[in-house]
């Protein structure tokens, strides 16, 4: 049984790609060929460009922002690029849709967890005009990038994803690695099979995470609107601000904890198992598996649940609640491993 689900999230791993470039088969269609192999690379006068990184077979991709509208491209000479001839229009077209593919991974006590597919909406591109820059290949690519760039989209198989500085749209799907994302803003989508996620100082205005076997960590962010949904990782969104909007977590076998830096909230929990949790100064009341409590009366609602873990909310950051963080259970040290958060010892 275990080689069948191992087979199962190989072949996830290496489809991850294929399945989530949706309109991006249109870019290389009109692309010119694949570009020379390059180290280092800028490209001058980009006009609020689309991005769009392709890793087939792995590797680590690294965003950072400047003042200057050039690209500029530091990669390993397996890496190439494209800029395809394309109209705004057409670049538009390829940007309108994102598919987050399904997930089905197996628990270790047998049963099975799944995620069905999602089309996430991407916000139009703004009036003007737009060039489109797509990398591809295999191996570490790092990108300098205009701060009006509209689109950042990475497709990796495997590796790591880092972005920081950027306001924009955000769109990132990986098969096992790592996605990091700090002083960030703007519509996020993200998907990760397995491997943790961590947001840091970062307002999102919406944001859509799903992960698969790897945990959820969001540190000192604002968001308006946001879902984050899990097989078997914990979510933890730590020491954060929420804004009038959707705000909802739910993990089917990990842990939720939801901390609020200031009085702005209105909880709703519930999980299967019962286990419900709050800070020493928040007062819940329980009905069955469910509960709820209010720090506003008018604050927006978040709601949280776990079929198999607990459910925990707090005030502020978890690392100051000691007799909350060892309800989360994380695995780790290693790459599930979140800041802040340590494992409870045997």
């Not at 792995?58 to 922002?65: D, E, K, L, P």
């Not at 538009?92 to 849709?97: E, I, V, W």
């Amino acid at each position: 049984m275990m080689g069948t689900a191992h087979h199962a999230y190989n072949q996830g791993v290496r489809t991850v790609v294929r399945r989530g470039l949706g309109g991006l088969f249109a870019l290389l269609l009109l692309a010119p060929g694949l570009g020379a192999r390059a180290r280092a690379e800028d490209l001058s006068s980009m006009n609020a460009p689309v991005i769009a990184i392709v890793l087939r077979g792995g590797g680590n991709v690294t965003i950072r922002t400047w003042e200057r509208e050039d690209v500029h491209l530091d990669a390993d000479p397996t890496i190439q690029i494209n800029r395809p001839r394309a109209n705004s229009q057409q670049i538009a077209a390829a940007f309108s849709k994102f598919f987050l593919h399904a997930q089905s991974i197996q628990a270790p006590g047998g049963q099975n967890y799944a995620l069905p597919p999602e089309q996430f909406p991407i916000p139009p591109l703004a009036p003007g005009d737009h060039d489109a820059l797509l990398v591809r290949g295999e191996g570490d690519v790092t990108l300098t990038v205009p701060q009006d760039t509209a689109v950042v989209e990475a497709q990796v198989s495997q590796g790591s994803i880092s972005i920081e500085g950027y306001h924009g749209t955000i769109l990132a799907q990986m098969g096992a690695g790592s996605i990091h994302l700090k002083n960030d803003g703007g519509t996020v989508a993200v998907q990760l099979n397995n491997g943790p996620f961590i947001a840091q100082h970062s307002a999102f205005d919406r944001v859509r995470v799903r992960t698969g076997r790897g945990n959820m960590f969001f540190s000192n962010c604002r968001a308006t609107q946001i879902q984050a949904s899990s097989l078997l990782g914990a979510i933890v969104y730590d020491n954060g601000t929420f804004e009038p909007g959707l705000a909802r977590f739910e993990s089917q076998h990990g842990s939720v904890a939801i901390g609020v830096s200031n009085d702005n909230a209105q909880f709703l929990a519930h999980s299967d198992a019962g286990k419900i949790y709050a800070g020493n100064d928040i007062t819940l009341t329980r009905s069955g598996n469910d509960a709820q409590a209010s720090l506003s009366r008018s604050g927006p609602i978040v709601s949280a649940s776990s079929n198999g873990g607990s459910v925990i909310f707090y005030r502020g950051a978890i690392a100051r609640h000691p007799e909350l963080r060892n309800l989360l259970q994380l695995k780790g040290p290693g790459p599930n491993a979140m800041p802040g958060v340590e494992r409870p010892q045997p």
